[in-house]
């Protein structure tokens, strides 16, 4: 009999293989990966228990509970399982992972935390999500009297999302915080996420290469930035909170030198019914090259982050935006600021053609030194989900194909779509511009993602109707008020762009016939 294949697919080539194997978020599982690779047969079991680096991410599930309040058993041979783990990562550098639910009993699980802490010398990352509060009943970190964590260099705190109870001052956040800035001289990137441990000011933020944080008060993060003297990234998840003690008016600008990539939303805080300064309007970045622009919407405008550049004076070379309505005009808007733009990446539920219209322009081409484009969905992984809310519309290929053609510096292109996408003939020809391009274009065939099963044309145009019925015949003045106008006629001519795909169908409701009734009243020209 003969070898099978499997068996003789060389050493190099399974390493690669199993490195690229995705990595479950469940360590004591044996159905999981890594352990699967040990079960096809003696040949893999042999290899990947010889590879270290294969059993260096490690995740654990405390006091985790399944749908229904069921406590989710334990394996019996979990501490067996763990302390095999360990022993084939050969004390490596190890990135730990720890999610604490918010029911369930942590005492149960103490004796894997008395085996995890033993490797603790060899942590390079930890991450801890859920109810950290709960940790005190299994004393970590303290309860190992003062544990050294010489290797670690990433940080990550997430505290449990309640929408009803907002974020407050978590003592096991503070004291999580205070014992590894004492005990882990070479972190150098934290994240702190739903956890208000952002008024101490005493940490060590001069060695703080990267910062991510999405609860704080925009006077804390600007005394925290003053002190940032080696940051290379901050990510801010929303524009901060206005303290009504101190105003952010009276604070001054902050330089940070060394910043070189950004990710800050474009929203605006709105405290007490009064629209405040945004973060943006007291930051100076010289050096910022990497400019990351989240959750654009109608009613935002972009000129505080564009008077940031002016001010700063830096030359970016990396856009993405995360755009949520049809904002195409306002991005070519911002887009003519920056000219020198070497890779840009557009990611929402809808983009039109207009800037890809601009960026193949001959009078005026939009970012002409362009190397890098990248048209995405918001969230791939998320089309198929009955509950998302939000209608998701395929790019324009045909449109994206001319602007690819018109970049004489293109280097490579990556495009997300529908399978039945109005163009989608066009992806053979997306994926071949030229030798010197590579191309990929990701297909997505969630068809589940369609109302009520209509087709993808119908299921493009009834979403759009329903935004010029919304918008223009109801008149949702609670919905787009302060400013939300504005940026809508800003972006009034992209709905031009479906009013003869709107005349071609004559299955409309009566708010969606007046709505294009009034848009064909008006000169797109």
Known sequence: MSTPAVSRLPV??????????????????????????TRVCSYWR??????????????????????????????????????????R???????????????????????LLDILMQT??????????????RLSESHFLNHYGTPQLPKLEKVELEGPFDILRPCSDLPA????????????????SISLRNLRTFTRKQFSWDRITHLEVDDYTQLDIL????????????????????????????????????????RIPSTSVLTLGHQYERLSSYLILPRLVHLELSNVRHGQTLDPILMLLARSKCNIETIEVHMRYLMDVTIEDFLQFTPHTKRLILRGHWVLGHIFDCIASDDDMLVPELEHLSVLFTDISELSSPTNGVPTISPPLAQILRAAKALPNLKTLHVECFDEAFDADLI????????????TCIVARKTSCYTNGLPY???????????????????NTQRYRDGSYQSIWENLSLFGLVLRDLESFNDWDNGELEASYIFLSWDFS
Not at 237 to 256: C, M, R, Y
Not at 457 to 475: R, T
């Open 457 to 475: 044309k119908q299921y493009y145009l009834k979403h759009m109707a329903e935004i010029l019925s919304h918008v223009l015949v109801k008149g």
């Open 89 to 111: 990562s050969a004390k490596r550098t190890l990135r730990v992972s720890i999610a604490v639910a918010k029911r369930g009993t942590i005492s149960t699980f103490q004796p």
């Open 223 to 262: 005394m925290v930035l003053r002190q940032c003297t080696r940051l290379d990234t901050l990510v801010l998840h929303h524009d901060g909170f206005i303290s009504l003690t101190s105003q952010l008016q009276d604070a001054k600008p902050v330089e940070v030198g060394s910043l070189r990539k950004l």
């Open 120 to 133: 603790c010398s060899c942590w390079i990352s930890l991450k801890m999500t859920g109810d950290l509060e």
């Open 173 to 188: 956040g503070l004291k999580l915080q205070d014992a590894i800035e004492r005990n882990a001289p070479h972190l150098s």
């Open 428 to 439: 053979p020809e997306l994926e071949n511009i030229s030798p010197g391009t590579v191309s």
């Open 46 to 87: 042999q290899v990947a228990i010889s590879l270290p680096a294969l059993w260096t991410s490690l995740h654990l599930d405390i006091g985790h509970t399944k749908a229904g309040n069921t406590q989710e058993s334990v394996p019996i041979n979990s501490p067996a399982m763990l302390t095999c783990f360990l022993e």
């Open 12 to 37: 190099e080539i399974l390493y690669q293989i199993f490195f690229l194997c995705p990595h479950e978020e469940k360590t004591l599982c044996y159905t999981r990966s890594p352990w699967t690779l």
